[in-house]
């Protein structure tokens, strides 16, 4: 599975690969870049998840994932991965940038984890939003049946 980890800082990249390996949720290949500029010249087809810094130089990360959107890429996950914290930003990430879920500085395993699992299926791929919904299904026929 290819992730595109985007931070103008390599120790958060570094941290956010961490986070992700230990969560052992998927075998990760990485991309990474420094800025939403550098991220967009190496976005392609073959990335299904990205985790992005929101401030950064010449290009921010909602800027970023406004521009993966515009390209019609709405089926890839995008977790902001940022130190703002207001609502105000927040819900700017979610409703302006696009992002997919939101994860603030500094962050744990279990965090990423609670923000990112509902996106992998248990093979360690991308879930689709029909087997989403077949989860969902059998989760509360469980609960049904107990």
């Known amino acids: 599975m290819k992730a595109l980890v985007v931070d103008d800082s ?14 052992m ?5 990485y991309v990474e870049a420094k800025d939403g500029e550098d991220a967009l010249s190496k976005f392609n087809e073959e990335i299904e998840i990205m985790f ?7 290009m921010t990360g909602v800027e970023f994932s406004q521009a993966v ?3 019609g890429n709405e089926h890839i996950p995008i977790i902001m991965v940022t130190a703002e914290k207001s609502m105000g ?3 700017k990430a979610l409703n302006e940038g696009g992002a997919n879920e939101y994860i603030t500085k500094p962050f744990t395993a279990d965090k990423m984890h609670k923000a990112i699992s ?3 299926d248990d093979d360690g791929n991308i879930a ?6 077949e989860e969902d299904k059998s989760f509360f026929q469980g609960i049904l049946n107990s």
């Not at 949720?25 to 290949?29: M, S, T």
């Not at 992005?52 to 010449?58: A, E, I, K, S, T």
């Not at 689709?128 to 919904?133: A, K, L, N």
């Open 10 to 23: 390599k120790i958060m990249r570094s941290a956010v690969k961490r986070a992700l390996n230990q969560l």
């Open 25 to 29: 949720i998927a075998d990760f290949e």
């Open 52 to 58: 992005v810094d929101w401030n950064m130089p010449n």
């Open 69 to 71: 959107r515009a390209e």
């Open 89 to 91: 930003k927040v819900d």
């Open 118 to 120: 509902d996106y992998f």
């Open 128 to 133: 689709t939003e029909g087997e989403d919904e």
